[in-house]
């Protein structure tokens, strides 16, 4: 079993940039592939980006895409967002989660642990 906890939300103006970190916690971290999801006030949770578990294969939503990087430390058992360029309608809670197929999926329902969520908030 995996636990997460995300840190690195805050108010950022339109045009800056903010680091999230997704912390675990439990055994055998390194073989979950990570995944970064967003929930705006009134929507679906959505997916941002995805990385493998040894960090080989890396995903993003199309509307992330150059402008957001996922990475990993399995040795820090983190995984990290780096969030660039940002702008207003990247406003949200953003949630890490863990699938312990490890390959890395787009796809909500393949992951089974899921941190508590940090707020992002862009202003313009």
């Known amino acids: 079993q995996v636990q997460l906890v995300e840190s690195g939300g805050g108010l950022v103006k339109a045009g800056g940039s903010l680091r999230l970190f997704c912390a675990a916690s439990g055994r055998n971290f390194g073989v979950y592939a990570v995944g970064w999801f967003r929930q705006a006030p009134g929507k679906e949770r959505e997916f941002v980006a995805a990385?493998?578990?040894?960090?080989?294969?890396?995903f993003y939503a199309d509307s992330v895409k150059g402008r957001f990087t996922i990475s990993r430390d399995n040795a820090k058992n983190t995984v990290y967002l780096q969030m660039n360029s940002l702008k207003p309608e990247d406003t949200a809670v953003y949630y890490c989660?863990?699938?312990?197929w490890g390959s890395g999926t787009t796809v909500k329902s393949d992951y089974d642990y899921w941190g508590q969520g940090t707020q992002v908030t862009v202003s313009s």
């Open positions: 989660a863990a699938d312990p």
């Open positions: 990385i493998s578990w040894k960090g080989g294969s890396t």
